[in-house]
């Protein structure tokens, strides 16, 4: 479990294909504190196992259903990624709670700045925008944010000035793909009123 709070923004080193799988290697160096084999780190908000770390980063292997859904079979040596360790019980909660497992992906489609703060519109598929509220949480390549509004074809939110600076977001252009997560809480509605309905009646129910 996550809390979307950033830790550290890393280098990917490499994306190789080994046997029946991939394995992911970054370079890192805060999120190595205390860090154990079979430790999870959230890696542009999904939930990873490490396989292997030494003093300059770590490795995770990443199956091939993680390819589909998220970003990652897009990372090239050089790229940055956000990176976040699982949360130690009796820590602050201060984002909202994160899984690490991605249910989608999103295309940013307009980015601007307004005031000290940058807005980010992110197109999205209707089963992932039916649990999105304004107001509410989202995750977004793993950060912790408030959703501004929601349109029938997309989201926006806005960053901080400690989000543009800790995390990678804030350097993404328009057209760009993210890693998208619902809140939790939303899902679980969904699950309780029924798998049969639809995605954006659930908002009369909230």
């Known amino acids: 479990m996550f809390t979307g709070i950033i830790e550290e ?25 205390n860090l154990r084999m079979g430790d999870s780190i959230a890696t542009n908000g999904v939930c990873l196992t490490v396989a292997r770390f030494d003093a300059a980063g770590f490795a995770a292997d990443v199956m091939p259903e993680t390819l589909r859904r998220t970003n990652l079979g897009s990372l090239r ?5 956000n990176l976040e360790r699982a949360l130690a019980v009796g820590d602050r909660l201060g984002g909202h709670i994160v899984s690490g ?12 700045a307004e005031g000290d703060a940058v807005v980010v519109g992110i197109a999205a598929e209707a089963d992932i925008l039916g649990l999105i509220v304004a107001k509410g949480s989202i995750a977004i390549d793993g950060i912790s944010l408030t959703v501004v509004a929601v349109e029938p074809s997309h989201f926006t939110v806005s960053l901080v000035g400690h989000t543009q600076h800790h995390a990678t977001l804030a350097y993404k252009r328009v057209g760009d793909r993210v890693n998208l997560e619902n809140d939790i809480l ?17 908002l009369d129910l909230l």
Do not use: M, N
Not at 77 to 81: E, R
């Open 101 to 112: 497992h991605i249910d989608g992906t999103g295309t940013i489609v307009a980015k601007h």
């Open 9 to 33: 923004i890393a280098t990917v080193q490499s994306l190789d294909f080994v046997g029946s799988h991939y394995r992911l290697t970054v370079a890192a160096s805060t999120v190595l504190e």
């Open 77 to 81: 040596k050089g790229d940055k990624v």
């Open 186 to 202: 939303a899902k679980y509605v969904r699950k309780f009123v029924g798998t049969d309905t639809p995605a954006h009646s659930l």
